[in-house]
């Protein structure tokens, strides 16, 4: 599945203008619009969780009690 993102501004009118998207006339889309603030609130909430789990001395702690399990994919 192929994303395109595109910032813009809304206009006066409330409408928003996008370039030529790369897909056949009369494909089905999905569009989803999110203020560009929020977007990087949600970027920061997503990367303070990635390393709040990326702990040394937790993963030491749930390593002695045998109850974590390291999962190889």
Do not use: C
């Not at 994303?3 to 206009?11: L, Q, S």
């Not at 897909?23 to 603030?37: D, F, M, T, Y």
């Not at 609130?41 to 399990?69: C, L, R």
């Amino acid at each position: 599945m192929n994303a395109y993102r595109y910032h813009t501004t809304v206009k006066e009118n409330g409408t928003i203008d996008l370039p030529e998207i790369p897909l056949p006339k009369g494909a089905k889309v999905e569009v989803i619009i999110l203020p560009e603030n929020e977007s990087l609130e949600m970027m920061q909430a997503a990367e303070s969780s990635i390393k709040f789990w990326d702990n040394p001395v937790d993963d030491a702690t749930w390593e002695k009690t045998g109850v974590a399990q390291v999962v190889n994919y």
